[in-house]
Nanobody, 121 residues
Framework: VQLQASGGGLVQAGGSLRLSCAAS????????MGWFRQAPGLEREFVAA????????NYADSVKGRFTISRDNSKNTVYLQMSSLKPEDTAVYYC???????????????WGQGTQVTVSS
């Protein structure tokens, strides 16, 4: 599975962005999918996950109520809608896939290359 994350950019605090993660090489329809982020000098952290059907989701406390993960299996794509963005959301965001199909915090087997999100104050 090859994953390509996109949609990052520069946004003011309080703004919104939608990240996309498109897959090639294999259908994602049976995979659990997750988003992670890594800020400079910090470890990579879990952000959100969604089960293979989209029926179950899982969020980090820091983004709950502000971010929404979703998926469109017909497009082989997973999304992360980010709203009410804060400067502390600034990071490189990565999407990942795992074969059990659950909305898990890890471990993940496949990773995308990351997309930069910068939130200015």
């Amino acid at each position: 599975v090859q994953l390509q994350a996109s949609g990052g950019g520069l946004v003011q605090a309080g703004g919104s962005l939608r990240l996309s993660c498109a897959a090639s090489g294999r259908s994602l329809s049976t995979y659990g999918m997750g988003w992670f982020r890594q800020a400079p000098g910090l470890e990579r952290e879990f952000v959100a996950a969604i089960s293979w059907s989209g029926g179950s989701t899982n969020y980090a406390d820091s983004v709950k109520g502000r971010f929404t993960i979703s998926r469109d299996n017909s497009k082989n794509t997973v999304y992360l809608q980010m709203s009410s963005l804060k400067p502390e959301d600034t990071a490189v965001y990565y999407c990942a896939a795992e074969p059990t199909g659950w909305a898990t915090r890890g471990p993940y087997d496949y990773w995308g290359q990351g997309t930069q999100v910068t939130v200015s104050s």
